[in-house]
T-cell receptor
Framework: DVKVTQSSRYLVKRTGEKVFLECVQD?????MFWYRQDPGLGLRLIYF???????EKGDIPEGYSVSREKKERFSLILESASTNQTSMYLC????????????FGPGTRLTVL | AQSVTQLDSQVPVFEEAPVELRCNYS??????LFWYVQYPNQGLQLLLK??????LVKGINGFEAEFNKSQTSFHLRKPSVHISDTAEYFC????????????FGQGTELSVKP
């Protein structure tokens, strides 16, 4: 079974802190994605990566950055957390091209105080 | 720009009743279509997908969806729901030659009552 794990299920941080969210997949997938999920807005793509050291902006990249130093690991970084970044963050991975399904991690619920 | 609209934010239904969750999309290019389900406190998992061929697609847990190109719709149906189907359902499109990026709808909360 494909497994996508995220470092924390729940995280509480203060405004201005630097926050790291980690995601690891164990199926050698090329593609990895970070989404945020908010009620009534569905999932919105923050960043994605097609390969090690490759990254592309999604629809809402402002205030975020990412790092992919190894194929299995994709990190989301909030350089200076703000209250409007309180949300559920979901990581996903997929193999190959457009029509393959994405496999999701359980999510990290981040609260910024 | 491409977009996905799920027409109902919440759908309450009694156990063993049929259900339809509606999804419309807007795109000027070819798309692949997906339905994902999110059970409480879990990530998303794939229910079914339409790539090409037969417009009626069967998925897991007795769900099916029909692709209608003329109406740009991909509605999800189940003839008889169970309490365990209570979850949030997301419709998504993947654009041809866009490397697997998904555009999600807003989600529909299905609540099955005894």
């Amino acid at each position: 079974d494909v497994k996508v794990t995220q470092s924390s299920r729940y995280l509480v941080k203060r405004t201005g802190e630097k926050v790291f969210l980690e995601c690891v997949q164990d199926m050698d997938h090329e593609n990895m994605f970070w989404y945020r999920q908010d009620p009534g807005l569905g999932l919105r793509l923050i960043y994605f990566s097609y390969d090690v050291k490759m990254k592309e902006k999604g629809d809402i990249p402002e205030g975020y950055s990412v790092s992919r130093e190894k194929k299995e690991r994709f990190s989301l970084i909030l350089e200076s957390a703000s209250t409007n970044q309180t949300s559920m963050y979901l990581c996903a991975s997929s193999f190959g091209t457009t029509y393959n399904e994405q496999f999701f991690g359980p999510g990290t619920r981040l609260t910024v105080l | 720009a491409q977009s996905v609209t799920q027409l109902d934010s919440q759908v309450p239904v009694f156990e063993e009743a049929p259900v339809e969750l509606r999804c419309n999309y807007s795109s000027s290019v070819s798309v692949y279509l997906f339905w994902y389900v999110q059970y409480p406190n879990q990530g998303l998992q794939l229910l079914l997908k339409y790539l090409s061929g037969s417009t009626l697609v069967k998925g897991i847990n007795g769900f099916e969806a029909e692709f209608n190109k003329s109406q740009t719709s991909f509605h999800l149906r189940k003839p008889s729901v169970h309490i365990s189907d209570t979850a949030e359902y997301f419709c998504a499109v993947s654009l041809y030659n866009q490397g697997g990026k998904l555009i999600f709808g807003q989600g529909t909360e299905l609540s099955v009552k005894p």
